[in-house]
């Protein structure tokens, strides 16, 4: 006999479940992690919304038309037609509070595979704009980019929250398995800096020195092979404190995949398709990228962090490794690499300076980056420079 499957709730992990009736399922949500008392208060009073709410939204999403949407993931990810009588129950774990929406994690099990989604929510007026985008933006990018580390998506719809005729909107996509958030942090021992990768299995770790740089290769590449060369539009904006970046390690090595992109378009007004445009704008991403690569959150949530020296030299190796995955321009008369080395070494160091501090008062003036940034760009161009002077050397 057909029968619907049940829903099973959890606050991150197995450990945690939530029941309807229970004091936490009729408690709001927070707005985001590490939001203040009065940021909280005022986010709940005018979009007060429960964990049964959520958790109830995330259902009515799921069981649209007759499981439509889980249905179409499931059968792609195992390349197997399936109907909602192959999988019994659907468990839904909130994972956590972002500054747009709230990602769950879905697991259910077909064929005795244990088959993961995730389900992005928001909640907000803005959240709904970026989710909606966002939505777009990743079909859209793996249509066009064959090596893919973003999600692949499945579907995307409203959902009605109860009460006051609100609407909440969802989109479903691949949950990347063994893939964890990570963060500066501050080791105890020896007070330095280091990465900590958030394994909610094994318990938190930090990286090793060679790790980390791997970490910055694998990052700088990822955003300089979807960075479009004539069209100037790329992932920007993104940032390590929000978690935007993930990471597995299986024995000494890592694989870093990028889970959001919240825009994609170019960042200038400059439209030229000439060789010197094209590689002027890829000069500024460069910079841009190096600037970006370095700032996070102590502990995802707590002050702005600068990453150590090493960062830049997995950044730049990254760059040039994702310049290399670019297809061929027109104009140029030699590989992308090889052109914008040349076009380089016609940049002094004091150039480049002045370059990044234009780049740098294009920010946003209240972004709480711009102290930190302003305070080491100085030194940052200088092992930038650096770094490139001795790289033409070997």
């Known amino acids: 006999m057909p029968q619907t499957p049940l829903f099973r709730y959890f606050l991150y992990h197995k450990t945690n479940p939530i029941s309807i009736g229970e004091e936490k399922w009729n408690s709001p949500i927070p707005m985001s992690r590490g939001s203040s008392t009065k940021d909280q208060k005022e986010y709940l009073d005018h979009h007060a919304v429960t964990y049964g709410d959520y958790f109830l939204a995330v259902s009515q999403f799921l069981e649209k038309d007759g499981f439509a949407a889980l249905i179409d993931g499931i059968s792609k990810q195992i390349d197997h037609s399936v109907d909602k009588n192959d999988f019994t129950t659907v468990e839904i774990y909130l994972e956590k509070h972002g500054e747009f929406y709230h990602p769950a994690r879905l697991e259910t099990i077909v064929y005795d595979q244990i088959i993961r989604f995730v389900v992005n929510a928001a909640f907000s007026k803005m959240g709904n704009l970026v989710i909606k985008r966002e939505f777009e933006i990743l079909k859209r990018l793996n249509q066009h980019y064959p090596d893919s580390y973003i999600p692949d998506v499945y579907s995307s719809g409203d959902v009605d929250l109860p009460g006051d005729g609100r609407k909440t909107r969802m989109f479903l996509g691949r949950w ?219």
């Open 176 to 394: 990347f398995k063994d893939y964890h958030e990570f963060h500066q942090t501050l080791d105890p021992g020896d007070n330095t800096k280091k990465i900590a990768v958030w394994d909610p299995e094994t318990g938190s770790y930090y990286l090793t020195e060679n790790q980390t740089i791997e970490l910055y290769v694998q990052t700088a590449k990822i955003l300089t092979g979807y960075y479009n060369m004539e069209t100037y539009e790329q992932i920007f904006p993104w940032h390590h404190a929000a978690g935007d970046f993930v990471i597995r390690k299986e024995k000494n090595s890592i694989d870093i995949k990028l889970i959001t992109v919240r825009n994609y378009g170019p960042v200038s007004e400059n439209r030229g398709n000439d060789a010197a445009s094209i590689l002027n704008e890829l000069l500024i991403f460069f910079i841009n990228l190096s600037i970006w690569t370095r700032i996070d959150r102590i502990d995802g949530v707590g002050g702005i962090a600068w990453s150590g020296d090493s960062s830049v030299e997995g950044t730049i190796r990254g760059f040039f490794k994702g310049l290399d995955t670019q297809p061929l321009i027109r104009c140029f008369d030699m590989s992308v690499r090889d052109s914008f080395t040349k076009y380089l070494s016609f940049w002094s160091e004091s150039e480049i300076l002045d370059l990044a501090e234009n780049i740098i008062a294009l920010y946003h003036p209240q972004s709480p980056e711009i102290p930190i940034i302003k305070k080491n760009i100085k030194a940052h161009i200088q092992n930038v420079f650096s770094i490139l002077n001795k790289s033409d050397d070997e």
